[in-house]
């Protein structure tokens, strides 16, 4: 089973930008789809953005147009690019990685985004 961990949390200032990183401990390509979720203090897990094996994107409508999700899949590593940042978007981002042929699926331990003036 494949391992995932992120990285590149911290603090950011409103409309500030910030690049989170998800390490899958081996080879990802073409067969996971990749995905970031979120959850903010007092609030349940909420899709962000996911990437499939074959590239496609999609993205939450609250970040669509802010965030960007790519991979690399020379270095096993699923990026997500967060611009123009807002307080809202203060939460433990998770990434997800779904098996898209096993169909099993397997989390990070999450990566703090906080973010204030």
């Known amino acids: 089973q494949v391992q995932l961990v992120e990285s590149g949390g911290g603090l950011v200032p409103p409309g500030g930008s910030l690049r989170l990183s998800c390490v899958a401990s081996r080879s990802i390509f073409g067969i996971y789809t990749i995905s970031w979720y979120r959850q903010a203090p007092g609030k349940q897990r909420e899709f962000v953005a996911l990437i499939t094996g074959v590239g496609s994107t999609k993205y939450a409508t609250s970040v669509k147009g802010r965030f960007t999700i790519s991979r690399d899949d020379t270095k096993n590593t699923v990026f997500l690019q967060m611009n123009t940042v807002q307080f809202e978007d203060t939460a433990v981002y998770y990434c997800?990685?779904?098996?898209?042929?096993?169909?099993?699926?397997?989390w990070g331990q999450g990566t703090l985004v906080t973010v204030s003036s």
């Open positions: 997800n990685g779904n098996n898209e042929i096993l169909k099993t699926e397997v």
